[in-house]
């Protein structure tokens, strides 16, 4: 049993009552290798903001769980290297799928832990996530449940349609769990796919696809229900067209891959919503630019010249973020 405290990590629970008061969101970033670690660690301390390092199921898979809690401590000792005197960083489980899976990484030292029983009856969802918090509390880890289900795929989180979240069930739920946070369903979904064509119109001055707006009555009535109550939004990567182009210039083939604008996570960022996931941007970010080198540089074959450069793409982009979008810079 290793408590997060030792590890220099912190939970949620502070980060989030400054956020919600200061109408700004933070970052959650998932991360699967160093280099997307070390952008997520340079760009959230030059711009001094708080972030959330995420760890998905197929992040584990791929790059092993206690590896991966290694490396988050290692950022929060790489955080002060880099000038930070007092880093605010936590470790979440995205999408625990098990009380098992909650309890190992509580174990382990992550910070906050997201128990995901969306897809469950109501009843089992309410039973799983108390029993989860129940355990997490008694560390201090904060837990994120969730109500309502999004579309998409991420890793191995899948739903072809999504249910917005029933406004009528978060007093009950978050009374009787206990949770800390709760994930909800207004629209957003997971991956690069959010929307097809036809569910978009065409803005005429750039000619790009604009997807329909997300359902902010439906965030309104919960913000309601739980006044001061902090909220997640999951799926929320824009899909920047930039480098959607710039893939497939470079020999790609993503056809119609529409996010969330931007302006309406600006406006949710400075609602009650006080946590923002993105992860598909920072793959494109990724991808493009490994593509550019691959292309203009075919004989390169040390993976710094072609990695080191899709690190400075993603630093690029998660300073973007937390500037342009969230808003969560300067309150370290
Ligand atoms: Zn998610």
């Known amino acids: 049993m290793v408590s997060y405290k030792e590890l220099g990590l912190v939970n949620t629970k502070e980060m989030f009552a400054k956020a919600i008061k200061g109408g700004y969101a933070i970052p959650a970033f998932n991360f699967n290798n160093m280099e997307q670690l070390q952008a997520i660690i340079k760009a959230s301390v030059e711009t001094k903001s708080p972030v959330i390092l995420q760890v998905s199921k197929g992040a584990r898979n791929y790059a092993n769980q206690t590896l991966l809690r290694y490396m988050a401590e290692g950022a929060v000792q790489y955080?002060?290297?880099?000038?930070?005197?007092?880093?605010q960083i936590v470790l979440h489980l995205d999408h625990g799928d098990s009380f098992e899976?909650?309890?190992?990484?509580?174990?382990?030292?992550?910070?906050?832990?997201?128990?995901?029983?969306?897809h469950l009856p109501y009843e089992e969802n309410v039973a799983l996530?108390?029993?989860?918090v129940d355990y997490?509390?008694?560390?201090?880890?904060?837990?994120?449940?969730e109500l309502g289900v999004l579309a998409g795929v991420e890793d191995e989180v899948c739903a072809e349609h999504h249910t917005y979240t029933n406004p009528e069930e978060v007093i009950d739920f978050s009374t009787r769990t206990g949770c800390d946070s709760l994930a909800i369903s207004i629209g957003t979904s997971h991956?690069?796919?959010?929307?097809?064509?036809?569910q978009c119109h065409v803005d005429p001055a750039t000619g790009r696809l604009v997807p329909?707006?997300?359902?902010?009555?439906?965030l309104d009535a919960v913000m309601e229900k739980l006044p001061g109550f902090p909220i997640v939004l999951h799926g929320s990567s824009s899909v920047p067209q930039e480098y959607v182009e710039m893939i497939n210039k470079y020999g790609g083939n993503l056809e119609a891959a529409i996010g969330i604008?931007?302006?309406?996570?600006?406006?949710?960022?400075?609602?009650?919503?006080?946590?923002?996931n993105i992860d598909s941007d920072s793959r494109l970010a990724?991808?493009?630019?490994?593509?550019k080198v691959f292309a203009e540089k075919p004989a390169e074959f040390d993976p710094r010249k072609y990695l080191g450069p899709a690190r400075d793409e993603m630093e690029k982009l998660y300073k973007h973020k937390i500037l342009n979008v969230l808003g969560s810079n300067d309150k370290l």
């Open 79 to 87: 955080a002060k290297e880099l000038g930070c005197e007092n880093p």
């Open 101 to 118: 899976l909650c309890k190992s990484c509580v174990d382990l030292g992550f910070s906050s832990v997201m128990i995901d029983g969306s």
């Open 129 to 132: 996530t108390k029993k989860v």
């Open 136 to 145: 997490a509390h008694q560390y201090d880890v904060t837990v994120e449940g």
């Open 191 to 198: 991956g690069a796919y959010k929307f097809k064509p036809e």
């Open 212 to 218: 329909p707006p997300l359902a902010f009555d439906v």
């Open 261 to 276: 604008p931007e302006d309406e996570l600006r406006k949710a960022a400075k609602s009650a919503v006080c946590k923002i």
């Open 286 to 291: 990724m991808t493009a630019a490994i593509r």
